[in-house]
């Protein structure tokens, strides 16, 4: 990563279009779709294995307008960046994004709306947990205007979700699943697998429960053990490595039967079911993140660059209502960019066309030639003239095949 500004206490300047438009290494011939990520960073209490930037639900209550606030000032101080761009995705996400009232999301909808051109048919996604759930809130965010909801379930086992210090129990899940059947044409059921304590059976249990329900998408995870996370401190004894890929394999057996193709490492979607936003992040496209902690990925003619949002909730509020919530800015170096690339494509089924490779990278298809062929020799992927595919062996040993791109020179 080359950083773009000097280090220190000064921030980047979020909005200096000049600086990212100058002349490059790279020449990119189009710009890829583009997503835009809300991150809404609290939950009602923090799991033991979430590594991710959320924060207990404070005493006093959510700060619910001040922080919709921070966030249009944040993507009102980006749009010089992506101006006239469309949006073809929004994924509202955390934390616990169902925390927030349905007239909250209403309102951030509609500001996000009058400043940016979205895709008619935009995909809209809101992350929501069980332990949120009352009668008809689901129905209320599809009303302001999401379109696909995300339930974290993780299990419909009630001693498998104690063992996740998880706020909810299997009545309030199989509630919230069955609102969310009702209310939305197009939802996301999150299970985890390879439990604490947990059987071949008992994944078979959650995953019958499940498809019950017959979800269009269903993203499964397997329980790993983060860093800088209770979990990491006092880990749980958990399946070995033997029998958590036999739970894997159970549970692709049984969303083929049920018709979920699965097209993503963790994700199996039904015909006109896959979610486009976590398509554009594996394809290599664009995405700008607003709210405490986002993540962004920005292509320009002669660069790509990535930024960070401030973590904490609180002095993310106060710098994005001044003007510049940015915390990092980095341009991706072209040593780097085969990583970053295969690091998303070869998560997908279908892999990558080295057309796409060279639109997305702006490199030539010769940067990556050498690992390419080490990993065909190795098994792990094949590949024509047009397409490079992971093997099921590269799909089974995904990081091993990521890895050989790692050290790929440019």
Known sequence: MIPITPTGNEAPALHDVQHYMRPGTLQLAALPPLSLYVHLPWCLKKCPYCDFNSHEKPGEGLPEQRYVDALVADLEAALPLIWGRTIHSIFIGGGTPSLFAPATI?????????RLKLEPNCEITLEANPGTFEKDRFRAFAQAGVTRLSIGV???????????????????ALAAVE???QAFDTFNLDIMYALPGQTLEQVGQDMAQALQFAP???????????????????????PEDDTAYGMLDHITELTGVAGLERYEVSAYAKAGHRCFHNLNYWQFGDY?????GAHSKLSFAHRVV???RLRDPRLYMERALAGNALAQAEEVGRADLPFEY???????????????????TGLAITAIEAALKEA????LIERDFARVRPTVRGFDFLSDLQAIFLSNGT
């Open 288 to 292: 700008l993140g607003i709210g405490a």
């Open 306 to 308: 990535r930024q960070v």
């Open 179 to 181: 609102e969310a059947a």
């Open 216 to 238: 269009p998408h269903i993203s499964i995870y397997h329980l790993t053990i983060e860093p800088n996370t209770y979990f990491a401190k006092y880990p749980p004894a958990i």
């Open 376 to 379: 065909e020799r190795k098994g």
């Open 106 to 114: 209403d309102r951030l909808l509609s500001d996000i709306r009058a």
């Open 154 to 172: 993780q299990s419909f086992n009630d001693t498998h979700l104690r063992a996740l210090g998880r706020v909810h129990d299997r009545a309030q």
């Open 342 to 360: 295969m690091l998303n494509a070869l998560r997908l089924r279908n892999g990558f066309g080295l057309r796409d490779f060279t639109e997305r």
